[in-house]
């Protein structure tokens, strides 16, 4: 049972490039996740969908960051511009809310972002 | 906005049990209580989570008072693997966010 895919693992990047990083969530999950982990700042949630749609995305940091969910199978987290301070490591989750407040998140393995 | 607060860190010896404890005082009525660990350079696992009863499966039990303002996640036999940051979250009952917190760095001694 394939748990959550991201990619790519490393990314290494000059600034001001765009950068796209990729989620498939576990076959069924309707609600995906995207969190950033800093040494300063630890885990954070950056937005999530239900049913491919945004819900909450109070946690991007700013216009730079875009996320998309075209399908259920399928997620994007795009930075444009990117600039040094973007370095953390990004990582996917998705679960299947039962309705009473107990759904569990699966987390991918992460995207390891490095902006030069 | 984290509600919880862990101790930074606890050492366990290999083979015992370790006991990581979690406070979380300002907890409502129906909001449960999450445990994760972190492993160095993976995302973070699901353990156990809990309402009010204590409950137990293949990793790990969790303890929770009566009055719902703490609980400990037992490890019972730690092992070198166990070694992670482990983290106590509670989830809020709108929404379906979960806010990380610092955590319990574990390290498990041989």
């Known amino acids: 049972d394939a748990g959550v895919i991201q990619s790519p693992r490393h990314e290494v990047t000059e600034m001001g490039q765009e950068v796209t990083l990729r989620c498939k969530p576990i076959?069924?999950?309707?609600?995906l996740f995207w969190y950033r982990q800093t040494m300063m700042r630890g885990l954070e949630l950056l937005i999530y969908?239900?049913?491919?749609?945004?819900?909450?995305d109070s946690g991007m940091p700013e216009d730079r960051f875009s996320a998309k969910m075209p399908n259920a199978s399928f997620s994007t987290l795009k930075i444009q511009p990117s600039e040094p301070r973007d370095s953390a490591v990004y990582f996917c989750?998705?679960?299947?809310?039962?309705?009473?407040?107990?759904?569990?998140?699966?987390f991918g393995p992460g995207t390891r972002l490095t902006v030069l | 906005d984290a509600k919880t607060t862990q101790p930074p860190s606890m050492d366990c010896a290999e083979g015992r049990a370790a006991n990581l404890p979690c406070n979380h005082s300002t907890i409502s009525g129906n909001e449960y209580v999450y445990w994760y660990r972190q492993i160095h350079s993976q995302g973070p696992q699901y353990i156990i989570h809990g309402l009010k009863n204590n409950e137990t499966n293949e990793m790990a039990s969790l303890i929770i008072t009566e009055d719902r303002k703490s609980s400990t996640l037992i490890l019972p036999h730690a092992t070198l693997r166990d070694t992670a940051v482990y983290y106590c979250i509670v989830r809020p009952n709108t929404g379906n966010q979960f806010y990380f917190g610092t955590g319990t760095s574990l390290t498990v001694i041989p």
């Open positions: 076959s069924g999950h309707n609600s």
């Open positions: 989750a998705s679960s299947f809310p039962s309705g009473t407040f107990t759904d569990t998140q699966y």
């Open positions: 969908f239900n049913n491919n749609v945004p819900i909450d």
